[in-house]
């Protein structure tokens, strides 16, 4: 079966730091990756997607970057963080598009 | 531009009440739609979703929602909700081929 990690579950970075979060999936291939924020009230911002190995697209724009390196593995990273960083994202996967997607448990960020 | 939008940030209600929560979306053609829910410390998980056929969709827990095409909706409904129901319940919709948006999600808190 499927499975989806995210680490770390939380994280407090400070100000102007750099960030990396980590996003694999197991037991499938060339599967559609996917970085969300959810903020409280405001629901899940789509932050990037990948449809395979090296191929990110960007929903909008802002301090954070988004790498695939391996077939199942997304990186979202920055290189300096903001406050407005701050907030809890998850990574999904899906088999193709729009299709179910499936969600990892999620990295709380806080930016202090 | 494609959009979710759903009609309550926050309901309130009593077990063995009846639940609906309203979702509409903004295109044509052929749609995707889903329905979502986030139990308090757990992942997002899959509801129901309706890709195409008989416009009522049955999920997990009791749930079920109404495809109307000619509303642009796609509502939840629950008859008689149980205080596990507590949770935010997200919608979300894509035309073949795009992205699937989320709405803004709605918390729904069941008093015992």
């Known amino acids: 079966s499927q499975t989806i990690h995210q680490w770390p579950a939380t994280l407090v970075q400070p100000v102007g730091s750099p960030l990396s979060l980590e996003c694999t999936v197991e037991g499938t291939s060339n599967p559609n990756l996917y970085w969300y924020r959810q903020a409280a009230g405001r629901g899940l911002q789509l932050l990037f997607y990948?449809?395979?190995?090296?191929?990110i697209s960007s929903e909008v724009p802002q301090n954070l970057s988004a790498s695939r390196p391996q077939d199942r593995q997304f990186i979202l990273s920055s290189k300096k963080l903001l406050l407005s960083d701050s907030g809890f994202y998850l990574c999904?996967?899906?088999?193709?598009?729009?299709?179910?997607?499936?969600f990892g448990p999620g990295t709380r960020l806080t930016v202090l | 531009a494609q959009s979710v939008s759903q009609h309550n940030h926050h309901v309130i209600l009593s077990e063995a009440a009846s639940l609906e929560l309203g979702c509409n979306y903004s295109y044509g053609g052929t749609v995707n739609l889903f329905w979502y829910v986030q139990y308090p410390g757990q992942h997002l998980q899959l509801l129901l979703k309706?890709?195409?056929?008989?416009?009522l969709v049955k999920g997990i827990k009791g749930f079920e929602a109404e495809f109307i095409k000619s509303k642009f909706s796609f509502n939840l409904r629950k008859p008689s909700v149980q205080w596990s129901d507590t949770a935010e319940y997200f919608c979300?919709?894509?035309?073949?081929?795009?992205?699937?948006?989320f709405g803004g999600g709605t918390r729904v808190l069941v008093k015992p």
């Open positions: 309706y890709f195409s056929g008989d416009p």
């Open positions: 999904a996967w899906s088999n193709r598009s729009p299709d179910t997607q499936y």
């Open positions: 990948s449809v395979g190995i090296g191929q």
């Open positions: 979300a919709g894509g035309a073949a081929g795009n992205k699937l948006t």
